[in-house]
Each structure stands twice: as C-alpha cells, then as structure tokens.
C-alpha cells in the first residue's frame, strides 16, 4: 500500500512537470529597457526592466530581452520575437514589457531607441517604433493572446510641442490582445524615486502570483501604484482577450 501511494505521488509529479514544460514552451516574453539616452537618460528603465525580465522567468516565461536598444536592435528583437511565437503555435502567449521613453504624436505611440536623432516632430515617424506597428507583428503571429506592458509614461524630453500630447496616446486593444500602461493615457507619471518605477516594483511583485488571472492581477498592480503615489499616478490598460490567461499558471 505504502509503494502505491509513492508511485501515485510520484506520478502526479512528474505529471505536474510535464505540463509546466509544456507551459514554459508557449508563454514567451520579450523585455526591452532603455536608459542612456542622447537628449536625457533614464536612471531605472533597465534595471526595471532586468527586474520584469527576472520575475517572468520566475513565473515560467521563456524570456528575450534587449537593453539599451538602438532603433535597428528594438526591431530585430521583436521580429525575431514574433518568429519564435509563431513557431511554438497558436496555443502561444506573447509578452511584452518595455521601460524608456515613449511619446505619443498625432494619436499615436512611438518607442523610442536610445540612438534617436529627435530634434523635431518629424524625427519622431523616423527614430520611433510604433505601438501600432508592434501589435501589428504580434498579430501576425497568431498568438492565443498579445500582451504589451508599457513604462513609459513621462514627460517629453525631446524639446517639441506641435502634434505632440501629453503621456501616451488611448487606444483599442485588437482580438485577442491587451494593452497596459503605467499612467492613464494623456497623463504623466511622477518621477521614479531612485528605487525604481512604482509600477514596475507592483507588476513585479504580482506577476508570480499563482492563480490570478491577468486581469485581476492588474487590478493589484492599480491598488499598490495608487497606494505608492498616494493617488498621484494610475495605470491603465484596454484588453480584447478571447481566452483566460494566468501569468504564472493556475493553482
């Protein structure tokens, strides 16, 4: 009875790690973060995004990463990113977190890589990477569902107005995607203290967390910025999912 009993514990076991390997095949991350920037440099953004970069792995994501990208670096990453989506199928969750600079022109959001040249608006269509393009390519992978992770809500350091609006651009979340960033859009958020973003430190603490649905977990990401600020910053997101999705797996 007792040999049972070990064969059956043993066998729900290896059981269980079968299917967390076969998990870690399809949640795949990619993490940029850019801080040395020409017109100003970021003091947290990379190590923020070393801070998502390991806590996804902690969760079981198969994690890429770049920092202090420049433009011709951010789009292989996400190119060769999106290939290895598409090659472990449509059952595939793409992730992604950026922390840097982003500015939103004319009701659209652009990445911005440390090489820019941005002198004025026109620079920005140039040295950018689009949201729109990025959600374009993780579209095109057929992915079960894309997810984008922005800290990148800050002032515009690149010394233009015309065209340009405060914060990020709202958007519209396609099928299947979900869209977040750390202050709501047309808002900036207050200066990192020298510890790091209060929205990086919240979704790094909630994204282990077994059990919690994507969803709810940002609502704990809300809950500790709004907390940590005192009202002052409060993230956002817009989502179009077509399934469930646990970030670090169902209990």
Not at 201 to 219: F, N, P, R
Not at 220 to 247: I, M, N
């Amino acid at each position: 009875m007792a040999l049972a009993r070990i064969i059956a514990c043993l066998f729900i076991f290896l059981s269980a790690g079968a299917v967390s390997a076969e998990e870690a095949k399809t949640k795949l991350a990619l993490v940029i973060g850019n801080s040395a920037y020409r017109h100003t440099s970021l003091a947290n953004s990379v190590s923020d995004a070393k801070l998502i970069a390991e806590k996804l792995k902690a969760a079981g994501f198969e994690v890429f990463s770049s920092y202090d990208a420049s433009q011709r670096k951010c789009k292989h990453a996400l190119l060769d990113f999106a290939d290895v989506v598409r090659e472990r199928g449509k059952e595939s969750v793409a992730f992604v977190f950026y922390a840097g600079h982003a500015v939103q022109m004319n009701g659209e959001n652009y990445l911005i890589p440390v090489d820019e040249q941005i002198e004025d608006e026109r620079d920005v269509f140039i040295d950018g990477l689009g949201l729109s393009a990025i959600m374009t390519v993780l579209q095109n992978t057929e992915a079960r569902a894309s997810i984008v992770v922005l800290d990148a809500c800050r002032g515009n350091p690149f010394g233009y107005a015309h065209g340009a609006g405060s914060g990020l651009a709202k958007v519209e979340a396609m099928g299947g995607s979900l869209i977040a960033f750390s202050a709501s859009p047309g808002t900036v958020a207050p200066d990192a203290p020298p510890s790091g973003s209060p929205y990086t430190a919240a979704l790094a603490q909630a994204i282990t967390e077994q059990g919690v649905k994507i969803e709810d977990m940002l609502k704990k990401v809300h809950t500790a910025v709004g907390e940590k600020t005192h009202g002052a910053q409060t993230p956002w997101e817009t989502a179009s999912l077509t399934g469930e999705f646990y970030p670090a797996g169902a209990k």
